[in-house]
């Protein structure tokens, strides 16, 4: 089974530029995470996705992050415009999650990630 | 308040020993998840132990096993038998079925060097 997809695996910009990060999940996972590690901490969720829809985008600095999971597949994370404080690797995890109700281990599989650089 | 509380920024094992890392957690729901993942230098977060806060027995998995204390609020790791491959850094994670909004909220890690 393949795992979760990323690219790129590196970005470097200056700020006030545009990126975006491409994930493709594991198939049939009905969940998508992406997820903000800064440097010497842990990951911290940006914004979750079941299927089509967004469950949870709390942490997500609406200003200048957008994503978006078109077809409940693909999903995509947009920052635009960068400022240095986003240099941080950005990680896409996905779960098999068909609901959120339940005991059942949500297990979330990772991407190797995008080092992101904001000069 | 910290949710995820991994108090060991660094830890050192001899090759073949036990070592435990440890982690407490905050939360008033009555159902929450824990798990632990290990990220080695590559970067990739992999999977390794999950325990649910209404799962009586301690989880194990192979060489990993989760010393849960659900009134202590711990959920320690440890890994027997250390091998060089286990130096990586490992978070703690919970997920709040109700208040958290079934987010995952990560600890801040534990750096494991596994000695020769």
């Known amino acids: 089974e393949a795992g979760v997809a990323q690219s790129p695996r590196y970005k470097i910009i200056e700020k006030r530029q545009s990126v975006a990060f491409w994930c493709n999940p594991i198939?049939?996972?009905?969940?998508l995470y992406w997820y903000q590690q800064i440097l010497g901490q842990g990951p911290k969720l940006l914004i979750q996705?079941?299927?089509?829809?967004?469950?949870?985008d709390s942490q997500l600095p609406k200003d200048r992050f957008s994503a978006e999971r078109l077809k409940g597949v693909d999903s995509t994370l947009k920052i635009q415009p960068a400022k240095l404080e986003d240099s941080a690797v950005y990680l896409c995890?996905?779960?098999?999650?068909?609901?959120?109700?339940?005991?059942?281990?949500?297990?979330?599989?990772f991407g190797p990630g995008t080092r992101l650089t904001v000069l | 308040a910290q949710k995820i509380t991994q108090t060991q920024p660094g830890m050192f094992v001899q090759e073949k020993e036990a070592v435990t890392l440890d982690c407490t957690y905050d939360?008033?729901?009555?159902?929450?998840?824990l798990f632990w993942y290990k990220q080695p230098s590559s970067g990739e977060m992999i999977f390794l132990i999950y325990?649910?806060?209404?799962?009586?027995q301690n989880a194990t998995e192979g060489r990993y096993s989760l010393n849960f204390q659900k009134a202590r609020k711990s959920a320690n790791l440890v890994i027997s038998a250390s091998q060089l491959g286990d130096s990586a850094m490992y978070f703690c994670?919970?997920?709040?079925?109700?208040?958290?909004?079934?987010?995952?909220?990560f600890g801040a890690g534990t750096r494991l060097f596994v000695k020769a």
């Open positions: 995890a996905s779960s098999k999650r068909q609901s959120l109700w339940g005991t059942a281990p949500d297990t979330q599989y």
């Open positions: 198939s049939g996972h009905a969940t």
């Open positions: 996705f079941q299927n089509n829809g967004v469950v949870d």
């Open positions: 939360t008033s729901d009555q159902s929450y998840g």
């Open positions: 325990q649910g806060s209404y799962d009586e």
């Open positions: 994670a919970m997920r709040e079925e109700n208040t958290g909004g079934f987010k995952t909220i």
